[in-house]
Every structure is written in structure tokens, then in C-alpha cells.
Nanobody, 127 residues
Framework: VQLAESGGGLAQAGGSLRLSCAASGLTFSSYTVGWFRRAPGNEREFVAA????????NYADSVKDRFTISRDNAKNTVYLQMNSLKPEDTAVYYC?????????????????????WGRGTQVTVSS
């Protein structure tokens, strides 16, 4: 399994960025997919997850109503639209797929369910 994130960069507070994650080596449409992030000095934390069909999503409270996860199964790609960015959103963002295709979006919030990680993309938000 290979996951390749892109779209990170520098944004001002209140601005927007859109991350993408291209997947290969798996039947993408069979898996819940998630986004996580790790800020300097912190543990990796859950951001958002989306079901196989894209019908259901789950968000961390810290990003709810600001971030939107979506997917295009025809392109084997998951997206994270980040609006109203805050300096505390500064982190390396990772996409991930679980070990099991049965993993729910709620279960995906637990990093122990992750089977594969991307290399990450840096997001920096200036105040």
C-alpha cells in the first residue's frame, strides 16, 4: 500500500488549504480512510475519517465545521478541505488506511487501527 499526500504549505490564519492523498496497492473503495496530524512535540492525533462510499464522516471536535473530508473512488484519492485555519492547525498531516476493511470511521480515530501511513505533508499556519 502506498499513500502520497500533497497540498500542504503555508497559509495565513483564516485562510484555506486543500490536501490530497493518492492511494495505490489496495482496493481503495473497500476501505475507510482517515487523516491524522502531528504537531511539534505532540502525539499524532485523529483529524477526520470517511466511509468507503463517502456517505458518512467523523471529525475531531477541534476541526469540526472547519474541515471537510471527501473522496473520489474513481481516482483513488481522498481530500481534506481546511478552512478558517488557525495557528494551532500547524502540523504534519498524514492520510491512513486501517488494517481491516471493516473498520468504521469511529474506530479509525484510534491510531492502533491504522495499517498504512503516508509520509505526510507539512501545513503551517501563520498568525
Amino acid at each position: 500500500v502506498q499513500l502520497a499526500e500533497s497540498g500542504g504549505g503555508l497559509a495565513q490564519a483564516g485562510g484555506s488549504l486543500r490536501l490530497s492523498c493518492a492511494a495505490s496497492g489496495l482496493t481503495f473503495s473497500s476501505y475507510t480512510v482517515g487523516w491524522f496530524r502531528r504537531a511539534p512535540g505532540n502525539e499524532r492525533e485523529f483529524v477526520a475519517a470517511i466511509t468507503r462510499s463517502g456517505m458518512y464522516t467523523n471529525y475531531a471536535d477541534s476541526v469540526k465545521d472547519r474541515f471537510t473530508i471527501s473522496r473520489d473512488n474513481a481516482k483513488n484519492t481522498v481530500y481534506l478541505q481546511m478552512n478558517s485555519l488557525k495557528p494551532e492547525d500547524t502540523a504534519v498531516y498524514y492520510c491512513a488506511v486501517p488494517r481491516s476493511s471493516l473498520t468504521s470511521t469511529q474506530a479509525m480515530a484510534d491510531t492502533s487501527t491504522v495499517g498504512s501511513w503516508g509520509r505526510g505533508t507539512q501545513v503551517t499556519v501563520s498568525s
